[in-house]
């Protein structure tokens, strides 16, 4: 394994951590300024930046306050991170796609990241 993917590595490490634990510095620390999350299933291709992928970020945390992103594997590709996740909380029911408030949600995907000098400049999440 390269430097850089051991770098890489690392970085989504951070990036899970900080997301679960500290959302807008994961965002301040983790994203470049114009990162781009793409979800093909559902047609996103959100180019909106740090602060769109923080405004995603605040969405989320409404609708499932006690979310957590919970890594099954990691695996490594030059810029590239894949990060098999499991995303886990109870819905506050403020968005029905999430359920009725109390109800469970999970979610198996993986996100697809692609670093530029350690900050991910673009997630690309397949459900």
Known sequence: ????????????????HLYNTDPDRCCDEMLTDDCEVLMPARNVHDKGGREGYRLAVRTNLEALPDRRQRVLSLAADGDRVFVEMVWEGTSSGVHAQFGPE?????????????FVEGCIASETVFV
């Open 102 to 114: 109390g109800s469970p949600f999970r979610l198996h995907c993986i996100s697809l990241l692609r």
């Open 1 to 16: 394994m390269s430097a850089e993917e051991e770098r890489n590595l690392d970085a989504a490490r951070r990036w899970t």
